[in-house]
């Protein structure tokens, strides 16, 4: 099993920068794959960037360019800076593990609770 624990979210004005960590717990040899998805009130959770073992990134169109996907295996952790805010990257950020690997065999898609984003003036 894994757990996840997202912080760093929050209230922000547009043009500022917030960052977010997500770190994952666990019997669990490795993590392939770990991702941060959002979900806009009326709207589907969406792919916001996602970061391989290897630190392969794949960023959603909207978010290329203004946010920065990290990670520190030695921690399991994974990071999101993100910069240059918009009013519509107001969500709820959710962390995400596609694959593990354990004593028990592989698991796949754990999530986070999720942490709030507001981006308001």
């Known amino acids: 099993q894994v757990q996840l624990v997202e912080s760093g979210g929050g209230l922000v004005q547009p043009g500022g920068s917030l960052s977010l960590s997500c770190a994952a717990s666990g019997r669990f040899f490795s993590i392939e794959t770990m991702g941060w998805y959002r979900q806009a009130p009326g709207k589907q959770r969406e792919l916001v960037a996602s970061?391989?073992?290897?630190?392969?990134?794949d960023y959603a169109g909207s978010v290329k360019g203004r946010f920065t996907i990290s990670r520190d295996n030695a921690k399991n952790t994974i990071y999101l800076q993100m910069n240059s805010l918009k009013p519509e990257d107001t969500a709820v950020y959710y962390c995400?593990?596609?694959?593990?690997?354990?004593?028990w065999g592989p698991g796949f898609d754990y999530w986070g609770q999720g942490t709030q984003v507001t981006i308001s003036s």
């Open positions: 995400n593990v596609d694959r593990m690997t354990s004593p």
């Open positions: 970061i391989t073992r290897g630190g392969s990134a």
